[in-house]
């Protein structure tokens, strides 16, 4: 199996803000935020680190498409 088959997606939902972000297992100490600042998630191959309230929404070998919407 090669590293790019074991690369691991997550799309997770702050239970605050609302916000959705990815993370995936191959950056190396990279928190993720959502837009509130108040929940972020380091999800890496040996271990995942969560701040705040995130929710799992799905999870993936391969990256989910998400369709964000502008800022007016």
């Keep these: 199996m090669s590293e ?3 690369l691991r997606y997550t799309l997770y939902q702050c239970e605050l803000c609302e916000d959705k972000f990815i993370t995936d297992s191959k950056a190396r100490h990279d928190m993720v935020w959502c837009k509130c600042g108040k ?3 380091d999800d ?3 271990y995942s680190r969560f701040l ?3 929710k ?3 999870q993936s070998n391969n990256k989910p498409t ?3 919407e502008k800022d007016e």
Excluded: I
Aim: proline share 6%; glycine share 6%.
């Design 4 to 6: 790019e088959e074991k």
């Design 56 to 58: 799992v929404l799905e």
């Design 66 to 68: 998400q369709n964000k």
């Design 52 to 54: 705040g309230k995130p």
């Design 44 to 46: 890496e191959e040996m």
């Design 39 to 41: 929940t972020a998630v």
